[in-house]
């Protein structure tokens, strides 16, 4: 016989701890596949079902984000509203990353802020110094309104300041046909003065 195919006796028992590892094991292994294999099917149905469909008000705007399907019946209004500009109250800003001042009352010739071309409304700006939290401060600057297509150059600040670098917000404020406030874009930007 070789030492292979002997079989251990402890006390009068077969040693089977290998076999019963090899279960728990076994059982540990299929427990698992049954839990993949359930969260694959419940990930199946949740991509498969059918959702609702979208629903549009009568000016064919859509509610919930989903597209409109073009027929016959609505082909000429879904024309005139490709042909209407993108909402009024969006906005680009075309502006230096960095607003550099000479001194505190004249900004250098490379800082600018501009109401792109794009845009369909006019345009102001205040900027305010932020505090040492971060939190808004006091306002140090209020641009004019800036029409559609116009820029800003060669401002200087209400506020003097010396020489440094600052940490600034600039609240813009877009506004309607009687100059009254339709929405606000903030941003947090670096001020530097050199002198």
């Known amino acids: ?50 959702k609702e469909p979208e629903r549009t008000t009568g000016n064919n705007e859509i509610i919930g984000g989903r597209g409109i399907v073009a027929t016959e019946e609505n082909l000429e209004s879904l024309i005139e509203e490709l042909a209407r500009p993108i909402d009024d109250a969006s906005f680009v800003v075309n502006m230096s990353m960095t607003l550099n001042f000479d001194t505190w009352d004249q900004s250098s010739r490379s800082t600018y802020i501009k109401n792109d071309g794009a845009n369909l409304r006019t345009v102001y700006f205040d900027i305010f110094l932020d505090d040492e939290n971060g939190d808004i401060g006091e306002m140090i600057y209020s641009s004019p309104y800036i029409p559609v297509g116009r820029e800003l150059r060669d401002f200087g600040l209400s506020k003097e300041l010396p020489a440094g ?20 874009l903030v941003l947090g930007i670096r001020l530097n003065i050199s002198r």
């Open 1 to 50: 016989m070789s030492d292979e195919s002997k079989i251990n006796i402890k006390g009068g028992e077969k040693d089977t701890e290998k076999p019963k590892k090899n279960k728990a094991i076994g059982i540990v292994i299929a427990s698992l596949l049954v839990i993949l294999i359930a969260i694959g099917i419940v990930l199946i149905f949740i991509l498969l079902r059918e």
């Open 165 to 184: 670098e600052y940490a600034t917000t600039i609240i813009f404020n877009l506004v309607d046909d009687d100059y009254e406030k339709i929405t606000e």
